[in-house]
């Protein structure tokens, strides 16, 4: 039996999960609200935030696991990347609780755990694979050959993917947070109302900066002629939009599986829940032949599952952390 109690806590959700032997007994999210007056994640205020949940979190996924806290064989934490503030409430946290119950502390990379999802259920890609690893913050292509030798091919130059989404619903005037809401809009709509550019960057990196202030200025110009433009439009403008980002994440996934041979392809991260990317993916994998893997969407958003699991693999080679370990805000895979 090996039972690790996993904490996330890299941004502004807090979460916990038990996991027994590769197996998630609970996850459980807890999100902050608080943020949404602010149009976007507030640092001090996610931090304290944190400081409030994580106690009734840990509480909530050690009952809903039905063990004991002297079941727990190890604590397992998000050491970065993330905002500095949220990741000391987590990491401290971990750390006092391991000294506590006795037992050993394991450090986790936040994109390794986003891509280690994949092996929460079946079916589990087979090494080496792809991953698209789309969020707020990151963008990133990478090979991975083991489960933790991960070799990254491509990343965003500037701003991430799930930014843009944001971004996008704030130049709407959607509510935050907003991709989701693009999301939704774009469902009803029709993806080849407007043009949108697509950028042209050479390689496997990514951009998005240029294509935030070609749809800021595009919105600017229409209601300039048309103060109702977005009340009328809302559904094509969405729908336009995630049809360019799906574009330029899905033509660099095509490139990279070119150069690699690699047909194993999986997404995850936060922007693997757009359901215009998991069904541009699946259509691009019947039609190339891929074998595609997407997390269900509890473990595409930040959660403590995905934090879990990785620590499994760590515990099974006895990769530990020490006290003296300290969070980082950057952290390269």
Sequence with gaps: MCVILG???SCDETSVAVCDNGSILSNIIAGQHVHEAYGGVVPELASRAHQQNIIPAVHQAIKKAKISKKDINAVAFTRGPGLLGSLLVGTSFA????????????????????????????????????CLTVSGGHTQIVKVNDYFEMELLGQTLDDAAGEAFDKTAKILGLPYPGGPLVDRYAREGNPDAFKFPEPSVPGLDFSFSGLKTSILYFVRDHIHKNPSFLEENMADICASVQSRIVSILLNKLKKASGETGITQVAIAGGVSANSGLRDAVQEAGKALGWEIFIPRLEYCTDNAAMIAIAAYYKYLKGDFAGQDVSPLARWSL
């Excluded at 391991?98 to 990379?109: C, D, F, R, S, Y």
């Design 7 to 9: 904490i996330e806590s």
């Design 95 to 130: 750390k006092a609780f391991a000294l506590g119950l006795k037992v050993p502390l394991i450090e986790v990379n936040h994109m390794q755990a986003h891509i280690l999802a994949h092996f929460i259920d079946e079916p589990r890609p087979a090494f080496p694979f792809l």
